[in-house]
Each structure stands twice: as C-alpha cells, then as structure tokens.
C-alpha cells in the first residue's frame, strides 16, 4: 500500500551563491522557509518541481522536502537535515549564522 502524501516544500541551492532556497507561491525563490509555498496535493508538488526544475540558471539540486505546518501554518522541517540546511554551515562565522 503507497504512503499517504505528506506536506512539501520545493527547495534547491542558489546556483551563485550556494545558499538553501526555497519556492514560493508566486513561483520565485526565497532563502526563508516561513516564506515558503506549503504544498499538500502530491499533483501540484510534482507540477512545481517540474516547474523548478526548468530553472537550472537559478537553482541546482531541486527537490521536495518534508515539512509540517507549524502553528502559524508555515512549513517546519521534520527531518534534521532540512532543519540544518535552513539554519546554514555549522560555523558561526558566516552564512545566516553570522548575525546571530
């Protein structure tokens, strides 16, 4: 028996930058997963991702990524590795990091 789906979020890196991006509702890329599209109809995830896949000049490494609605009803990552990629390199001194 298939899975039953589960939230998504599309999201890649920046192709000049490196940084974690991720697809918005109005189909460009924000670096702030708040910002984020909640994507919960498997069809429209794979529409998406198509459509970012069509985007090699701005992102590399597109997929979908499993998320929760949190209380605000914006995306959370459920798997640590989503949570790592949104909070950046694991060093203080640069990236997103660095203004904390």
């Known amino acids: 028996m298939p899975r039953a789906f589960t939230p998504k979020v ?4 920046a192709l000049l ?4 991006i ?14 984020a599209l909640l994507i919960t109809d498997e069809a429209e995830a794979q529409l998406r991702l ?3 896949e069509r985007q090699p000049d701005v992102a590399v490494g597109v ?9 605000d ?13 949104r909070t950046g ?5 640069h990236g997103k990091q660095a203004t904390r």
């Open 63 to 71: 997929y979908l990524a499993d998320v929760t609605p949190g209380r």
């Open 50 to 52: 198509l459509d970012a």
């Open 22 to 35: 991720y697809l918005t509702d109005a189909g460009d890329w924000t670096r702030d997963l708040s910002r």
């Open 17 to 20: 930058e490196g940084y974690v």
């Open 73 to 85: 009803g914006r995306p959370e990552p459920t798997h640590f590795r989503e949570e790592f990629r």
């Open 89 to 93: 390199p694991s060093n203080y001194f």
């Open 10 to 13: 599309v999201t890649a890196n």
